[in-house]
């Protein structure tokens, strides 16, 4: 499969020191004060392309420009990539018109993290990944595109739902017509802990137009129509479409999928180490935005087990030609 030059991943299992990226380090830090970090927006970081500035519901975003005139935001709070904008101005990502911005509730679209738990489960349906605050661990650019890594550690919060010592570092590059993403969770706890997770990611589409190649063949675990009780399946068709209500796990998915959001794109989603795959459309459920959406998420859907100081480390590659 033929992979961009910048591709690369020497093993999916490491075991290493957590360490932070050797990138300059910036101003937003986890635990810093609503003061700093008030006093830090809007202001241009040591990387160029790369802004920190003042989101909806004043939650901190970091805003990033290529040289080749792609953008993409992220907010802090849920680490959550909520914009994915090509040099023509289209953006690619969709967030749901009842997303809410209040530092608590997840944002509902764009690229959300089910972490440490896709659900159900024991504890909230995707964990608390999408709903704490990351800080920037890093940033720098490459030759006009920008990068910069997110970090997200244990906290009182995490540990009252999950009593584990973790650290997940999650780099974004941005290119001229891609958006990449390389999730490293690493063990920072002296006992063995095991987890399940997935790159949610809201794909914005016209969903009577839009369909997902490269599944056929694929286990299922089908959750229409009792999600608490999946069937199990075989993938048939080369080309699936949304006419309906669509919630469908595929097991051992392939590295390469194809989605035609029905809107004149077709978006190519690469993956290392992603097992799984997710589709998914409310359809009446969200009858307020259902047609404007699909959801092709990468997962981590059976529990991944790390012993202390071992990592795990996905990367996805999303790309539009
Ligand atoms: O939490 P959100 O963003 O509303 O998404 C919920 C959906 O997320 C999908 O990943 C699941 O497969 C669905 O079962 C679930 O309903």
Same mark, same amino acid.
């Given at each position: 499969?033929?992979?961009?030059?910048?591709?690369?991943?020497?093993?999916?299992?490491?075991?290493?020191?957590?360490?932070?990226?050797?990138?300059?380090?910036?101003?937003?830090?986890?635990?810093?004060?609503?003061?700093?970090?008030?006093?830090?927006?809007?202001?241009?970081?040591?990387?160029?392309?790369?802004?920190?500035?003042?989101g909806?519901?004043?939650l901190p975003k970091?805003?990033?420009?290529?040289?080749?005139?792609?953008?993409?935001e992220i907010y802090l709070f849920g680490g959550c990539?909520t914009?994915?904008?090509?040099?023509?101005?289209?953006?690619?990502?969709?967030?749901?018109?009842?997303?809410?911005f209040?530092?608590?509730?997840?944002i509902?679209?764009?690229?959300?993290?089910?972490?440490?738990?896709?659900?159900?489960?024991?504890?909230?349906?995707?964990?608390?990944? @999408? *709903?704490? #605050? +990351? /800080?920037? &661990?890093?940033?720098? $650019?490459?030759?006009?595109?920008?990068?910069?890594?997110?970090?997200?550690?244990?906290?009182?919060?995490?540990?009252?739902?999950?009593?584990?010592?973790?650290?997940?570092?999650?780099?974004?590059?941005?290119?001229?017509?891609?958006?990449?993403?390389?999730?490293?969770?690493?063990?920072?706890?002296?006992?063995?802990?095991?987890?399940?997770?997935?790159?949610?990611?809201?794909?914005?589409?016209?969903?009577?137009?839009?369909?997902?190649?490269?599944?056929?063949?694929?286990?299922?675990?089908?959750?229409?129509?009792?999600?608490?009780?999946?069937?199990?399946?075989?993938?048939?068709?080369?080309?699936?479409?949304?006419?309906?209500?669509?919630?469908?796990?595929?097991?051992?998915?392939?590295?390469?999928?194809?989605?035609?959001?029905?809107?004149?794109?077709?978006?190519?989603? @690469? *993956?290392? #180490? +992603? /097992?799984? &795959?997710?589709?998914? $459309?409310?359809?009446?459920?969200?009858?307020?935005?259902?047609?404007?959406?699909?959801?092709?998420?990468?997962?981590?859907?059976?529990?991944?087990?790390?012993?202390?100081?071992?990592?795990?480390?996905?990367?996805?590659?999303?790309?539009?030609?």
């Open positions: 499969m033929a992979m961009s030059s910048n591709w690369s991943l020497s093993s999916s299992f490491q075991t290493l020191t957590p360490s932070k990226p050797k990138a300059k380090p910036l101003l937003l830090r986890r635990g810093i004060g609503k003061k700093a970090i008030a006093m830090s927006l809007s202001q241009e970081t040591a990387a160029s392309g790369l802004q920190v500035v003042e909806n519901g004043g970091v805003s990033l420009s290529s040289i080749h005139g792609s953008k993409a990539i914009s994915w904008k090509l040099a023509n101005g289209k953006d690619l990502l969709f967030v749901r018109p009842d997303a809410v209040n530092g608590k509730k997840p509902s679209g764009g690229i959300p993290h089910c972490f440490p738990q896709f659900g159900p489960g024991a504890m909230q349906q995707h964990g608390f990944g @999408r *709903n704490m #605050n +990351w /800080s920037i &661990a890093g940033s720098e $650019n490459n030759e006009g595109d920008p990068i910069v890594t997110l970090e997200l550690k244990d906290d009182p919060y995490s540990r009252s739902m999950w009593d584990f010592s973790f650290q997940a570092l999650y780099k974004v590059t941005l290119n001229s017509k891609s958006l990449s993403t390389v999730l490293t969770i690493t063990n920072t706890d002296k006992k063995p802990f095991s987890f399940s997770t997935a790159l949610h990611t809201y794909f914005r589409a016209s969903v009577e137009g839009a369909s997902v190649k490269g599944l056929k063949g694929c286990a299922t675990l089908n959750k229409d129509p009792d999600p608490s009780n999946p069937l199990e399946g075989k993938e048939e068709r080369e080309v699936i479409t949304f006419p309906g209500f669509v919630d469908c796990v595929y097991l051992n998915a392939p590295n390469e999928l194809q989605l035609d959001n029905g809107l004149g794109d077709t978006i190519t989603i @690469r *993956n290392k #180490n +992603w /097992s799984d &795959a997710v589709l998914w $459309n409310p359809h009446l459920q969200m009858e307020a935005c259902y047609k404007d959406f699909v959801c092709v998420e990468n997962a981590q859907i059976g529990n991944i087990q790390l012993e202390p100081e071992q990592s795990w480390v996905a990367e996805q590659y999303i790309s539009a030609d």
